[in-house]
């Protein structure tokens, strides 16, 4: 999630009407956007409930996906089908959008994912690569179209990074080049990871 984003004009030549954001009332979880990243090689099939295998609605690189919020009764949490060049799957991601301290009432039938837990999200990707990848190739993070609009002052983001770096080495870090990144191992970031092998 970016939270300093430069303001592009459409006149500007690095402004892109296929990379645009829609506008924020189309938003399913206003303040929140989840969609592909347009420069991406992801393809969003449909969306769907996990117990099903038909799509609920038609997608595009402009459609916003779902978000739930931990309130969704037993199988129906929203799920994307994806692929890129490199991975084919499913994802489900639930983030606690709601502000107030009391959680919202359970039955039954209805649990509210967070009660209990610390956690204010929950992402997980279910599918197989399209290709051997070593796991050691495998990252999480972020990395950006370009740089952000506003920094610390270079001796400040050095110190930091040199910290975030000895306090975990395999962390990748970049801030001044054209697409900023910062990326940790999949196997260490992930609170669970499960392989099958399937040949």
Excluded at 53 to 76: F, H, K, M, W
Excluded at 124 to 146: E, H, L, M, N, W
Excluded at 162 to 182: E, H, N, W
């Amino acid at each position: 999630m970016k939270s300093d984003v430069a303001v592009i004009s459409t006149n500007d030549p690095l402004f892109d009407a296929s990379q645009a954001l829609p506008e924020s009332s189309a938003w399913r979880h206003t303040p929140l956007l989840l969609r592909p990243s347009p420069s991406s090689s992801m393809v969003v099939r449909g969306v769907r409930y996990p117990t099903s295998a038909e799509y609920s609605q038609d997608v595009d690189v402009n459609t916003p996906l779902p978000i739930n919020d931990g309130t969704e009764r037993d199988g129906r949490c929203l799920v994307i089908d994806f692929h890129t060049d490199l991975f084919e799957g499913t994802a489900l991601f639930r983030i606690k959008l709601r502000k107030d301290e009391n959680p919202p009432p359970t039955t039954d039938e209805c649990k509210y994912y967070f009660t209990g837990r610390k956690r204010t999200f929950q992402a997980v990707i279910k599918g197989r690569f399209r290709q051997p990848i070593p796991v050691s190739a495998c990252a999480t993070g972020q990395v950006f179209d370009r740089p952000p609009s506003k920094l610390p002052p270079k001796f400040v983001l050095h110190g930091a990074v040199s910290l975030f770096k000895k306090l975990s080495p395999q962390l990748i870090l970049d801030f001044d080049g054209k697409t900023p990144k910062f990326l940790s191992p999949l196997a260490s970031a992930a609170q669970t990871v499960k392989a099958d092998d399937i040949t």
